[in-house]
């Protein structure tokens, strides 16, 4: 089972980017997806959610209207786009399925700063 997070980086305030998340191991389009993320010094939170045939969504209040969370199960990835980026956006992001494995992917750094 494993999980791969990329696409991270620097991105500037009002910028975008887009994180992908490349898992196997698992039947993947058997279930939910989220993104995740874990600020310094902060506990890890749930950022968005997408079910696993993609018709439902759900978002953190943070991200919502910023965000969007879709997945391709041809290719069992899922993708986070990141639209409007704030400095408080500053996290490393996980993937995950809902239920969570227990081992979780490296993460990928996002940094968001002028």
């Known amino acids: 089972v494993r999980l791969v997070e990329s696409g991270g980086g620097l991105g500037q305030p009002g910028g975008s980017l887009r994180l992908s998340c490349a898992a196997s191991g698992f039947p993947f389009s058997s279930y939910f997806m989220s993104w995740y993320r874990q600020a310094p010094g902060k506990e890890r939170e749930l950022v968005a959610t997408i079910t696993n045939v993609g018709g439902g969504t759900i978002y953190a209040d943070s991200v919502k209207g910023r965000f969007t969370i879709s997945r391709d199960n041809a290719k069992n990835t899922v993708y986070l786009q990141m639209n409007s980026l704030k400095p408080e956006d500053t996290a490393v992001y996980y993937c995950?399925?809902?239920?969570?494995?227990?081992?979780w992917g490296q993460g990928t750094q996002v940094t968001v700063s002028s």
């Open positions: 995950n399925r809902r239920p969570p494995l227990t081992a």
